[in-house]
């Protein structure tokens, strides 16, 4: 190693200028427990102990940073150098240098490596732990024997500053509602874990929190005191119960979906859904309104249970798509129903006065069921249409042969039970063949159209007029007389002479001929025998020249049927 041995042959009894010097022999330096080294002046060793040897070799190879510090006058203590090892790793020395005879130095080494990894290790673990607490928390908090915060994280709690909150009660921060979990929580007699404690935060708002705790006791095992952590979950709490709003809303709509289209007839699908929906959002009552073929208003079309009264309201609708308000003391909520972006209807439910209001999710659910509405109206516009087309003659919109049948035999059924009148006339276009023959079809179609206008001009809207076919028509008047079919067929033939425009001819004009039948409200006759008198009381005309009007008969007469 470069060292002087013959420390080992002399006394080494030295002193250096009047002051002690420490005397060290080789069997001393060898028998000291630690690392031993002497440097001369230079810093150069001069002896070494066998467990110096590591030391020694990084002083003499120039690895040791504090060489000059050990060799100041007077000496060092505490200076600390770390030394890799070959086998990996590192020694840590804390050094200590004392003057020595001759000048030189006595350098002793403390081995302090276990000691600094285990207050190296101490540190990392507990900041580890600090670290993992904050993770998995949002503050920690301790209270004393009196019930108050003696600490809390420093990063504060519930938007107040740890200093803030040091000192206060942690109770009143909880929300009434849940005071005595709160309570219970942190005045802990037993480790508790995950219990949810709703708090107030210093902005007024609400937080829920997930807390665990533990008892403080001291050595008689009093209670000394609690400590824990809480973590926010207000966001989890809010999302749980969004979600679980969403499926009641989900649950309610599929029952009143369900309900819709359980019925078969399209006309009584709004009567389940006005009252399905009312049942489903706890509603006093609901109307709701269709949009006719004209477009021109809104039309009440189902209702279920008690209500206010919209007058008015729906007017609004021209501006908005919902409507909130209170009428009379009664809450009003209504949207508008849809189909393919047109309004085609609206839907209002109720709540009597007295009655909380609507919530976000009875708004959401009532959007939800316009959408249904909607559809259902579409469907039910679309039954009409096919039920219109089925009924109504394609060119004039008026009954057709089955549908005008159909409905003067419930009507005559009525009349019979009632003992009232009712009269049927036929008409029949004289010379219209020649309308077509000479000027088109399109100027027939015109001629059948006035004809149409005419029919309906004498009629009341209590009363029935069909096309028949071709150029045949009949009327039902309700509660008629035979004074007033009489004078109903004065009207049409005078109205009639209007038709000449469309006349083929001068010599062969359109004209009309009439047969009416005139029912009393007694006796037998049947609906058939009404018919057969009509008739034959227009051929008769039509025989006997046309372009005037015959009335049948009473039934029983001689020669009627």
Known sequence: ????????????????????????GAAALAAYPGQAVVLDRQGHVVAANERAEPLATAIAEGRMANVAELLLP????GVVETLPLAGGGRLIIELSALPAADGRVLVLGRDVTLERNLRSALVESRQRYKDLV??????????GPDGRFSFVSPKGALGYTAD???????????????????TSLFSAAMAMEDSEVWMRLADGSQACLLASSTPLRGEAGEWRGARGVCRDITQERLRDAALSRANNRERLLSYIVRTIRDEVDPADMLKAAAASTSKALGATGCRIFRILPDGLDFALAAQYGEAGDEAGLLDNFLSTDHIEQDVDGWNMLATVSRYRHSINGAICLWRAPGRSGWSDDDRLLVDDVSNQVGLACEQIANHERILKLSRTDGLTGLFNRRAFFEEIARRFQRLTHECKPAALIYVDLDNFKMVNDVHGHQTGDEALLAVRDLLLQYTRP????????????????????????????????????SLGRFSGSPEKPLHMSLGVAVHSGT???????????????????????????????????????
């Open 134 to 143: 904050e993770i998995s928390s949002d503050f920690a908090w301790e209270v």
């Open 1 to 24: 190693m470069g060292c002087d041995r013959s420390m080992s042959t002399t006394s080494d009894r030295l002193r250096t200028r009047g002051n002690p010097a420490i005397e060290l």
């Open 462 to 497: 209590v009363d029935l007029v069909a096309r028949l076919g071709g150029d045949e028509f009949a009327i039902w008047l309700e509660n008629a007389e035979e004074r007033t079919a009489v004078a109903r067929c004065q009207d049409l033939l005078s109205a009639s002479r």
């Open 74 to 77: 007077g000496g060092a203590a």
């Open 164 to 182: 803030e909150l040091v000192g206060r009660r942690p109770t009143d921060y909880v929300v009434e509602h849940g005071e005595a979990q709160g």
């Open 523 to 561: 006796g037998s006759e049947t609906l058939e025998d009404i018919i057969a008198r009509a008739d034959k009381a227009m051929y008769e005309v039509k025989r006997g020249g046309k372009g005037s009007y015959r009335l049948a008969p009473p039934a029983g007469r001689s020669g009627q049927p």
